[in-house]
């Protein structure tokens, strides 16, 4: 059925994707003389950059999710569809849901990336990602449950297969996750558990290539590598994980690690939608665009952010898939369509502005690096943390934040640990693991 | 297989639910000679009295949950383990898990009520209760999700029976609830759905006798009618819910009401567990105890709460459901087997003191009698939220919880109205529903 949304005024932009990206799209069009409706399968924007402190209890979901329509709920002309779009008819102009289609006349693909498992399905059904807040809860859960049953067993191969945790990917999240996890270890899993003996608890964050978070200076991934160290967290560099059985992590060093849990943030690709021609999509799964994000060959319709690959001679495989590409070009399409639609004027070329990295380990201890200024240590982290509030959409996401960075800050016992979930991931997960296997013929 | 835990003192006591009665136990037990093992198949206590604000997205479910370990980190004699308990084995004096037992030398029986639906399957099937943290954010994510269907649809019966809810039962939850749904209907649900005409939407509080929260006094309970009038709740009284079917509920007046969303807070039964002997278990599933809450024959076993019935002679069908009853329950029994484990001496019987009932209908209404004292409004609401907030565990959670009051009173738009969910619950529902149907030939 088509879906009706009057007042559609000198056009109709749809947005595929509430993102940092697609938000950013639909806050230059607030008030404009278009009709903007931002379509996603989820109601809220997702701050990714906290995802990982949901994850490990120090933050709950509604602090780091913000319902899209409350974002825009000044704007009469910015509409939100809660659905997953299925197709793109770029011949009839028009996105495909289940049951329902809309009609564009401009569509800007803001999709984002998915977690990558490069084709490898045994480590698709059985690691666990962290690309989005359910998949954060997720892994909560599971975290806190393997604690939990290691109290209901004697074997002490399996207890350690429970406590223990694998990283695979030492870039942002992998590194704030493991330090996370460290400071979990060394404060607060102690007083929840203090039946377990936590000196046996071990954390590996596994790295393929010879540093961790290899965006920044090599000065600053060592310091990376010592903040991580001083947590507890044991760093596996030049070694890529193949796989995980049952309560065992294989590497390609053919050392194991024992671990039941391994999570894996050690890659994204591009998350398309289908419909477009062929020879749009590369081998990351990201589409193709010009310098304006226009997608080749389509006059109405752009890609932006992590799922956009724009190659110039700077980022010959496209800029990088972090927040600050994606609303840098948000803005930039925007103008372009708004002086295009208003004025008829030409696009405007995409010019990306490097705004540097950051990263946290811990409390009072994080890398900064813009240009060539390089900062680690406590002042690294105030910036970090600055830097991160400010990014938070709503005031309450602000206060109650920093109320609880606060709190997690001058106590050692912050975060409610809560296990909410309707079923059990870890046995389904078991069951699929299970019928892969069986069809792989292996025993 | 047998849980292991050391260091059993003078005597193990399992605690069969972290509830208002059993989290009481276990704090009078705090740093005495005994072992405390409290075993819920959460890992939280739920401070069940908000959970109507988690349902409508005024409160994140982290402020009313509570993990129970947090609550007992620095007692060393209190123990958790999560598990359901499956069976007592009162001969072995054991309780007996999936896989595992536990040991007991006292047990008490604090596992609360379960939603009551008088027998009706297709009731069972096809509302939604409101009992636990998980069916309140379950309840949130089908009420935004109707919302988000209604724009989707152009039938008008259809999208009539998405905005439509009918609770079933005017007790404090279900008036609470119809309250809170009252506020979002005129305050919040316009700014966030600005497309769909609100006057559409019809909350129906559907109650089978005469008048609603019948526990207050008459007077009271006009008042309270009142006060969800003004909100825009229609109050049906003498009326029972029969059933609900596609997207309408059938009543015994013979008068449908269009709705997709039946909300049962008609009633509770006693939530037992298996193993006790025959005749211990009366006809509201609750279990029969004597005066000391001990169960009939069982020298070891005893019951607290809204799972026990003590018929005395000012309560001849056992005390009133509610959490004062299990808190002062649990303190009677702590204290008397401390006073028998330690001196040998005996039990003393149990009193209860009546403190009164309130509830709440929304911004300044509220209703509160303590035996003739009688008082309604903006002094009750000061109460209302006094009481709830000292009683909330937990520094964190009455800061969170303050704040979000204060900005709920202060703005009109409060509170994160997030569908975070796994899975398609109204699908599911509807398939279940199906099945009854074709098993009872329904058509």
């Known amino acids: 059925m088509l879906i009706e949304i009057p007042d559609r005024k000198k056009a109709r932009i749809v947005i595929i994707g509430g993102g940092f990206g697609g938000i950013q799209v639909a806050k230059v069009f607030k008030k404009k003389e278009v009709q903007v409706v931002i379509v996603d399968k989820n109601n809220y924007h997702t701050f990714q950059p906290l995802m990982y402190q949901v994850a490990t209890s120090a933050l709950e979901a509604e602090s780091i999710a913000y319902p899209i329509r409350k974002i825009f709920n000044k704007s009469k002309n ?8 299925k197709n793109i008819d770029h011949e009839k102009k028009v996105i495909e849901f289940n049951n329902d289609t809309l009609e564009y006349d401009y569509l800007i693909i803001a999709s984002g990336a998915r977690t990558n498992y490069f084709g490898n399905e045994g480590l698709t059904i059985s690691a666990m990602p962290m690309k989005s807040i359910l998949e954060s809860l997720d892994l ?25 945790v694998v990283i695979a990917g030492a870039g942002p999240t992998g ?14 899993f102690p007083k929840d558990y203090p039946e377990l003996d ?8 596994v790295q393929s290539g010879d540093r961790v978070l ?4 090599p000065k600053l991934s060592a310091k990376a590598k010592k903040y991580l160290e001083n947590l507890g967290v044991t760093v596996v560099l030049n070694t ?32 398309p939608v289908n419909g477009l021609p ?40 496209g800029h990088p898939q972090i927040a600050p590409a994606a609303i840098q070009q948000g803005i ?16 405007k070329p995409f010019k990306y502005k490097d705004k540097g990295a950051m990263a946290t380990v811990g409390k009072n201890k994080a890398l900064v690096q813009v240009g060539n200024f390089k900062i680690s240590g406590f002042i690294a982290w105030l910036m970090w943390m600055a830097v991160h509030l400010m990014s938070l959409i709503g005031f309450r996401n602000k206060v109650v934040t920093m109320f609880n960075w606060m709190k997690n800050y001058f106590s050692t016992d912050a975060g409610m640990r809560l296990i909410i979930t309707h079923f059990d991931l870890q046995e389904e997960k078991r069951k699929r693991r299970k019928e892969f296997e069986n069809r792989q013929g292996i025993k």
């Not at 910015?78 to 779009?85: A, C, H, K, Q």
């Not at 039941?260 to 690709?269: D, F, P, Q, R």
């Not at 930039?332 to 696009?347: E, M, P, S």
């Open 78 to 85: 910015i509409f939100f569809r809660l659905g997953e779009v």
């Open 140 to 164: 909560r859960t599971v975290l806190l449950q393997n604690f939990e049953h290691a109290l209901l067993i004697n074997n002490e191969r399996k207890k350690q297969g429970m406590l223990n």
């Open 175 to 188: 590194v704030e996750l493991a330090g996370a996890l460290g400071e979990l270890k060394r404060s607060v």
């Open 198 to 205: 936590l000196s046996k608890m071990n954390i590996y964050l």
């Open 214 to 217: 290899p965006m920044l200076s």
């Open 240 to 271: 890529r994980v193949l796989d995980i059985f049952g309560d065992y992590v294989q590497t390609n060093t053919g050392k194991d690690i024992i671990a039941k849990t391994l999570i894996w943030t050690a890659g994204v690709t591009g998350n």
């Open 278 to 317: 062929d020879g749009t999509i590369n081998k990351g799964d990201r589409i193709r665009v010009d310098e304006y994000n226009q997608v080749k060959n389509m006059n109405d319709i752009f890609a932006i952010g992590d799922v956009a690959c724009m190659e110039t001679e700077d980022y010959p495989n």
């Open 332 to 347: 930039q399409v925007a103008k372009n369509l708004l002086n295009k639609i208003n004025y008829n004027r030409d696009f």
